[in-house]
């Protein structure tokens, strides 16, 4: 069974940067994608950023292109999320997925993190 821990998460004001950081164990992390999500109060979870499991390729949701980038290191089993010129609206819990494919979908991921927190100050 894979585990996700997620770390990196706080408070900060807008316009600084944040590396959000997912460890995984249990299962052979090179083979499977992976996902960030995150979840404001009061809102369904939507997808932030994914990679594919060589890390050649990646997808950002439009509220985050140009300033999130997503990453993974396969020797130690991690995936990063550098995020830059915070704002306010960023403001979530930000979880790790891991999955079979580079996909949108939360469905399509079968492995979770127990979420970080990301709280972006105006």
């Known amino acids: 069974q894979v585990q996700l821990v997620e770390s990196g998460g706080g408070l900060v004001q807008a316009g600084a940067s944040l590396r959000l950081s997912c460890a995984a164990s249990g299962r052979t992390f090179s083979s ?4 960030w999500f995150r979840q404001a109060p009061g809102k369904e979870r939507e997808f932030v950023a994914g990679i594919n499991w060589s890390g050649s390729d990646t997808y950002y949701a439009d509220s985050v292109k140009g300033r999130f980038t997503i990453s993974r290191d396969n020797a130690k089993n991690t995936v990063y999320l ?3 010129s915070l704002k306010p609206e960023d403001t ?3 979880y790790c997925a891991t999955g079979r494919q580079l996909v949108v979908a939360a469905t399509a991921y079968d492995g979770w993190g127990q979420g970080t927190q990301v709280t972006v100050s105006s």
């Open 92 to 94: 979530a819990v930000y």
């Open 32 to 35: 499977y994608a992976m996902g």
């Open 82 to 84: 550098q995020m830059n």
